[in-house]
């Protein structure tokens, strides 16, 4: 199941950019999807995740400053970044735990990475 993100790019401190990512291919059901994001030299760690039902939770360091959104008819899955930061700054990622029609368990999918540059 292909994830397809895009949207990052490079922004001035205090722009804003939106992340998209779609899934493709044949699913059956979308658990959950999220955005991961992977500093260089830190680990990956979690951004945001958006549930089936539309609940919703975001990092304590982009609290306030991102919001997370879902399409269930497309799929897809936004992540809209304002007031950027140069912390920001890293690969996004991301990530869905769902099932595809051909199999009865639910899988972890990812995307490509997008990278998010912020210039002080």
């Known amino acids: 199941v292909p994830l397809q993100a895009s949207g990052g790019g490079l922004v001035q401190a205090g722009g804003s950019l939106r992340l998209s990512c779609a899934a493709s291919g044949s699913i059956f059901s979308i658990n959950t999807m999220d955005w991961y994001r992977q500093a260089p030299g830190k680990e990956r760690e979690l951004v945001a995740r958006?549930?089936?039902?539309?609940?919703?939770s975001v990092a304590d360091s982009v609290k306030g400053r991102f919001t997370i959104s879902r399409d269930n008819a497309k799929n897809t899955v936004h992540l809209q970044m304002n007031s950027l930061k140069p912390e920001d700054t890293a690969v996004y990622y991301c990530h869905s735990v769902l099932r595809t029609t051909s199999s009865s368990r639910l899988g972890n999918y990812w995307g490509q990475g997008t990278q998010v540059t912020v210039s002080s």
């Open positions: 958006i549930t089936s039902g539309g609940g919703t």
